[in-house]
């Protein structure tokens, strides 16, 4: 016991000087560290009107959370330092002590108070990014589905589906997302927002594009062995632009044919659209193909069918797993195919990859 009090004695209360050095280092440590994690980049390039409120959000909580953190930190440091063990008390019990209930009203009511405060905050934000889009806005369906995103929209009164969405800027726009398999996650980092498609349910969010340029969509739940190369590509482009790409889309040549006997098959359509009256998904959602312009990376780029017969790129499509590329598992690729496309658009899609790639 005397060892105890001695000891007690030795340190003795800590001085308000000690305190008030503590605390200027605290204070020096949390505008540093502030100003640091306010200046790095987290995120890209905000292209999107929710961006900036979301990125206000998260400078917020940055300027919140890292006193707190250096507090703590400082707190856990000093104490380790000022009431560690010395040799031979490693046996020893501190003196007995008596909790300050003011002082644990306090550090109970603050952080209550704090995570509140950035609640609601984060509420209103939230709030104000679901609030319904304005009438007439145009509406674009996104489906997702083992490892591919396919979109579709009305313009004119007639359907475009692409594998590859082309948005103009700055006008509103409302997703649907929906998926066909497992829950996905639809996900453009530059617009800040993204939402869970989810099977048998229909979620969404809207959001006016800022910025042109070529932003990649990404899935953010993980979905399967294909998860990670579950990427797509938006452009968005002048309101010229983006008119002109409608046009060749709704253009009568660009028309997804009827499966009927003699139907003129436009093979680079289904390659970057699939076909919606069957449910084939577009080749060109999973496969990069320099010709049609895509650059997906689920499956293996398709440049290397280059010197295949027809024959063999025919086995590939309808039986996938036959021949698997190197880095490529099984599976990865829908095994329906011969299903879900007639015999003529096989054909086509074979004749059509051979030419591509100088086959």
């Not at 040799?87 to 550090?107: A, F, K």
């Not at 639809?186 to 932003?215: C, H, M, N, Q």
Request: a neutral charge; proline letters at 6%; glycine letters at 8%.
């Amino acid at each position: 016991m005397s060892a105890v009090v001695g000891e007690e004695t030795r340190r003795g209360p800590v001085p308000r000087r000690t305190w008030a050095a503590l605390l200027a280092v605290v204070l020096a440590a949390s505008i540093v560290g502030v100003v640091l994690a306010l200046t790095i980049r987290w995120f890209p390039t905000r292209a999107s009107d929710h961006g900036e409120s979301v990125d206000t959000l998260w400078d917020v909580l940055l300027i919140v959370s890292v006193p707190i953190f250096v507090l703590v930190v400082a707190l856990v440091v000093f104490s380790i330092w000022r009431w560690r063990a010395q040799p031979g008390e490693e046996h020893l019990d501190g003196p007995p002590i008596h909790g300050d209930t003011r002082l644990e009203i306090i550090w109970t009511a603050l952080p209550t108070a704090i995570i509140a405060g950035l609640a609601a905050y984060a509420a209103v934000v939230l709030l104000d990014i679901q609030e319904a889009p304005a009438k007439g806005t145009r509406v674009v369906n996104v489906t997702g589905q083992q490892f591919a995103w396919s979109f579709s929209m009305t313009e004119g009164g007639r359907r475009i589906a692409a594998n590859r969405l082309v948005l103009p800027v700055g006008e509103p726009v409302e997703f649907k997302v929906r998926s066909k398999d497992v829950i996905h996650d639809f996900w453009v980092p530059e617009w800040r927002l993204k939402v869970d498609a989810v099977p048998g349910i229909t979620t969404s969010y809207s959001l006016t594009p800022t910025r042109t340029g070529s932003y990649q969509v990404v899935c953010a739940e993980l979905c399967g062995l294909g998860h990670a190369f579950m990427r797509q590509s938006v452009s968005v482009v002048s309101r010229e632009r983006y008119a002109a790409w409608v046009r060749e889309r709704t253009a009568p040549a660009a028309t997804a044919p009827a499966a009927g006997a003699g139907a003129k098959i436009d093979a680079e359509q289904l390659f970057t659209a699939g076909n919606p009256q069957t449910g084939a998904t577009a080749c060109g959602a999973c496969h990069a193909l320099a010709a049609a312009g895509t650059t997906a990376q689920t499956g293996p780029d398709l440049a290397a069918l280059k010197g295949w017969d027809a024959a063999r790129i025919r086995t590939a499509i309808v039986d996938p797993n036959a021949e698997l590329a190197k880095g490529f598992g099984a599976n990865i690729m829908p095994p329906n195919y011969a299903q879900s496309l007639t015999g003529a658009e096989v054909d086509a899609l074979v004749q059509y990859l051979r030419k591509s790639v100088g086959g």
